[in-house]
């Protein structure tokens, strides 16, 4: 079989209906399986599945595993030699499977290759990165990353200085839509089950690359990735497991010193954010997004304080 692709899902019901309507259209020409795993959904996405799209082989969750746990589960029993992640909230369009396929038939040097994706409005979404550091974090915490997105050193990290119209090798790319070989998995082993969700997908890749494979974009293939609608409905949540992921990562890859700079560097980025979204709420600016912003920030704050993450 060349490709197994793979949806974890969690109340995502009408996202998840366009997500496989996508794929149904791009599956067409190529010997494949969709497998989905729904995560403890209460909001009928199962019935749907079963209803709509009977081709599915679906597993299903009683609770909410995580995203890499729910991945994996279906990496384990899937035999495709081509592995695509893909999200609920992300629609591929035209030919996408198919140009990631011809990458890696074309490149066996590559592990992975990961489309340009986009947002809603169809603008760039940046979904390709270098790896975490002390120096990445500094420019975040202090805001230069986003006051200087185009300078060569301080836009590295989000590769915000790069106009991402040409095929790169990059470090790590969203677990969004990314195709992964078999045969890199086989010798690099599955997604980390100790993050539950955000930042697995930069482990992955910092262990694939370690590997001596290359993590590759490519902006021909493009998908749609609805973000922003899914971050609005629980940004806190999208927060502290953001960063619970990278305190993960710190710890595992960089060690114990590092991890504290690192923490350090984290609460001081929360307090200049809070500032400044208390300023902006007291000035009336988008009041109902500031105050959700503030309380997210301050609930990093307060479990970094505490090492909660």
């Not at 494949?32 to 199962?46: A, Y």
């Not at 230069?144 to 990059?170: A, C």
Request: net charge positive; charged share 25%.
């Amino acid at each position: 079989m060349e490709l197994s692709l793979i949806v974890v899902n969690w109340n995502a019901r009408e996202l998840l209906k366009k997500c496989l309507r996508s794929i149904q259209k791009n599956m067409i020409q190529i010997d494949g399986e969709v497998l989905v795993v729904d995560n403890g959904s209460g909001d009928g996405s199962i019935e749907m599945v079963k209803r709509e799209f009977p081709w599915v082989r679906l597993l299903t969750n009683k609770e909410n595993v995580g995203f890499a746990r729910a991945n994996n589960q279906a990496i384990r029993v899937s035999e495709g030699r081509y592995i695509l992640l893909l999200n609920p909230d992300a629609v591929l369009r035209r030919g996408a499977l198919d140009k990631m396929i011809e990458h890696l038939e074309a490149h066996p040097e590559a592990g992975i290759v990961a489309p340009k994706l986009l947002n809603a409005d169809s603008s760039l979404q940046f979904s390709c990165q270098s790896f975490p550091s002390l120096r990445t974090e500094f420019f975040h915490s202090t805001l230069l990353q986003e006051l200087f997105p185009k300078n060569r050193i301080i836009g590295s990290y989000r590769m915000t200085n790069w106009d991402h119209n040409s095929i790169r090798e990059v470090d790590w790319v969203s677990g969004a839509c990314m195709m992964v070989r078999r045969e890199t998995i086989d010798e690099v082993g599955l997604l980390d089950e100790s993050i539950f969700m955000y930042a697995e997908d930069i482990d992955w890749c910092y262990r694939i690359k370690n590997a001596g494979w290359k993590i590759c974009y490519l902006p021909q293939a493009k998908v749609i990735h609805y973000q922003s609608e899914i971050a609005k409905t629980n940004l806190a949540r999208m927060l502290v497991n953001s960063y619970g992921g990278l305190y993960h990562f710190f710890r595992k890859h960089y060690g114990q010193q590092a991890t504290m700079i690192f923490r350090w560097l984290v609460i001081n980025g929360m307090i200049i954010r809070i500032v400044i979204r208390f300023f902006q709420y007291i000035m009336g600016y988008r009041r109902e997004r500031t105050r959700h912003l503030v309380g997210a920030y301050g609930r990093v704050l307060v479990m970094s304080i505490f090492h909660l993450l």
